[in-house]
């Protein structure tokens, strides 16, 4: 990795003095210490852990300033992954985007930091992640031609006919803001001489509001076959040869800022996906937290976090059991 990263900054220096672009650096080095409790609804099979670790959303990278009208970003994670890397064109009316970051059907709302910085994009969020696609911004107005999903419950071989898209608007005051973003994904699965169609969509509403120093936001999205769709979420969320899987969530976060050192966040979210089957249940989760961030100095940060989650019951009925956790992010920026 140290080499690696040693002939990024070469470059960087390199390209810096042939082109006299502006190159700012940056990184963020994040450790988890968690205490979780799970149980299966068996007491007999309760187990308790202590987890620590690097998180696989540290980073290191930088902003790229070569003119007014063209910028890029680069940004790499702790397995030396391409977390993001692009470069955009400022044409005046709009911008044009070529290379990898976070696609349109993004909304972030939470700050949960227990299991990776999950912020509930697992029990409810709306979260494509970072993906390779080329996208025009016009304003508020952005719509990209993304990299398609081809996650299939069936294994087997895939073939994609058109890309995934995606699209998002955002109308916002001074105190608040509401987003309405979409996207559709299409693929063919072949598997055990079977051929079957899987077509998905999500459409998503976020929003807040800024009453002085507290916060209230919050997102809702229906959707069918988000799992194939590429949406990161937990319930069971796949097509099944010809049923579709139907599926909904919401989460609603409030936070309140103390001082400049202290400030504190509750949420909640609710994921639920049924498959189109008469045999089978709702699959559904259900998750709460409490944190406070607490600023140390510029950039260093601690955030202590307690939280509960309800795996409930599967789509056969069985019960998944629940989750306790508690621990502290520690985090620098630098």
Do not use: C
Request: aromatic fraction near 16%.
């Amino acid at each position: 990795m140290n080499k690696i990263l040693l002939l990024v900054f070469s470059l960087a220096m390199m390209f810096t003095s042939a082109h006299g672009a502006d190159w700012k650096f940056y990184g963020s080095a994040r450790v988890q210490t968690f205490v979780e409790n799970y149980d299966n609804g068996n007491l007999a099979d309760s187990q308790t852990y202590y987890d620590q670790y690097l998180q696989s959303n540290s980073r290191v990278g930088a902003r790229v300033k070569v003119s007014e009208e063209l910028t890029a970003r680069f940004e790499y994670g702790t397995e030396v992954n391409v977390r993001i890397l692009y470069g955009e064109w400022n044409f005046g009316s709009g911008s044009l985007l070529v290379g990898q970051t976070y696609s349109p059907l993004n909304m972030f709302y939470s700050n949960q930091v227990w299991w990776d910085d999950t912020n509930l994009f697992d029990f409810g969020g709306v979260y494509s992640g970072r993906n390779p696609m080329l996208r025009l911004k016009f304003g508020e107005f952005q719509i990209a031609v993304v990299q398609p999903s081809t996650e299939s419950f069936f294994g087997g071989s895939t073939e994609v006919k058109i890309p995934k898209i995606e699209a998002k608007y955002m109308f916002s005051k001074e105190n608040w803001h509401l987003q309405i973003a979409g996207g559709y994904n299409s693929f063919n699965v072949f598997s055990g001489g079977y051929e079957f169609d899987v077509d998905s969509y999500v459409v998503a509403l976020g929003g807040g509001i800024n009453i002085g120093a507290l916060y209230i936001q919050g997102s809702i999205r229906f959707g069918q076959n988000v799992g194939n769709y590429g949406l990161l979420n937990l319930p069971f969320d796949f097509a099944v040869f010809d049923w579709e899987n139907d599926s909904h969530a919401y989460i609603l976060v409030a936070g309140y800022k103390i001082n400049d050192m202290f400030s504190i966040e509750t949420g909640l979210g609710y994921t639920q996906a049924e498959l189109d089957h008469p045999l089978l249940q709702k699959d559904a989760e259900v998750a709460y937290y409490f944190q406070s961030t607490i600023t140390l100095a510029p950039g260093v940060l601690i955030i202590p976090e307690i939280g509960f989650i309800d795996w409930k019951t599967d789509m056969f009925g069985n019960n998944e059991g629940n989750t306790v956790y508690g621990g502290i992010k520690w985090q620098i920026d630098f």
